[in-house]
T-cell receptor, first 113, second 113 residues
Framework: GQQLNQSPQSMFIQEGEDVSMNCTSS?????WLWYKQDPGEGPVLLIA?????ELTSNGRLTAQFGITRKDSFLNISASIPSDVGIYFC?????????????FGTGTRLKVLA | KAGVTQTPRYLIKTRGQQVTLSCSPI?????VSWYQQTPGQGLQFLFE???????NKGNFPGRFSGRQFSNSRSEMNVSTLELGDSALYLC????????????FGPGTRLLVL
């Protein structure tokens, strides 16, 4: 199945550090979404981006919709232990009201206290 | 407001059997989508239902089917189970009728022996 390229695949960081991850695609998307998934749970929406170049924040999280519409990045500032989990990007296309989501391969984040 | 609920949360079946999974969307949400999540393939879109009609379908064999009821609740059925069907099956709902994004349930973990 199709997946978006997401990097890094995993990372260990110290508590308090900033984290960056990105997602790239060969296709253009109308919307970029970032989700976090904890073990045994479904993904939870963190940030949604609807316009190329858009920069949106949600607390310590900041995400940007790339101007080419083929990429997006997510930054987490001052990481804390509860940031541990898997982060997924998703690109969405909209064709005549039919939405199609393609998900990234995921970034597994581990925070060392 | 209650989130998306899925039942059962865990299920063990043997090859050749069939299984039915259930999803209750967030109140007021009329669109329900189903995804399969595996370590190898990541999150893959199965199908989307809106107003009891399948609107969108991913690249899965006909053994995977679904339906939606008038109260927007949805079921997914997999017939003639194969070992490779072992996965976390996620349901997501959205209000529909606009660009609103989707919210995931906790998933049903299916193990096929």
């Amino acid at each position: 199945g199709q997946q978006l390229n997401q990097s890094p695949q995993s990372m260990f960081i110290q508590e308090g550090e900033d984290v960056s991850m990105n997602c790239t695609s060969s296709s253009i998307f109308n919307t970029w979404l970032w989700y976090k998934q904890d073990p045994g749970e479904g993904p939870v929406l963190l940030i949604a981006l609807y316009k190329a170049g858009e920069l949106t924040s949600n607390g310590r999280l900041t995400a940007q919709f790339g101007i080419t519409r083929k990429d997006s990045f997510l930054n987490i500032s001052a990481s804390i232990p509860s940031d541990v989990g898997i982060y997924f990007c998703a690109g969405r296309t909209d064709t005549s009201g039919t939405y199609k989501y393609i998900f990234g391969t995921g970034t597994r984040l581990k925070v060392l206290a | 407001k209650a989130g998306v609920t899925q039942t059962p949360r865990y299920l063990i079946k043997t090859r050749g059997q069939q299984v039915t999974l259930s999803c209750s969307p967030i109140s007021g949400h009329r669109s329900v989508s189903w995804y399969q999540q595996t370590p190898g393939q990541g999150l893959q879109f199965l199908f989307e239902y809106f107003s009891e009609t399948q609107r969108n379908k991913g690249n899965f064999p006909g053994r995977f089917s679904g339906r939606q009821f008038s109260n927007s609740r949805s079921e997914m059925n997999v017939s003639t189970l194969e070992l490779g069907d072992s996965a976390l099956y996620l349901c997501a709902s959205r209000r529909a009728g606009g660009p609103e994004t989707q919210y995931f349930g906790p998933g049903t973990r299916l193990l096929v022996l």
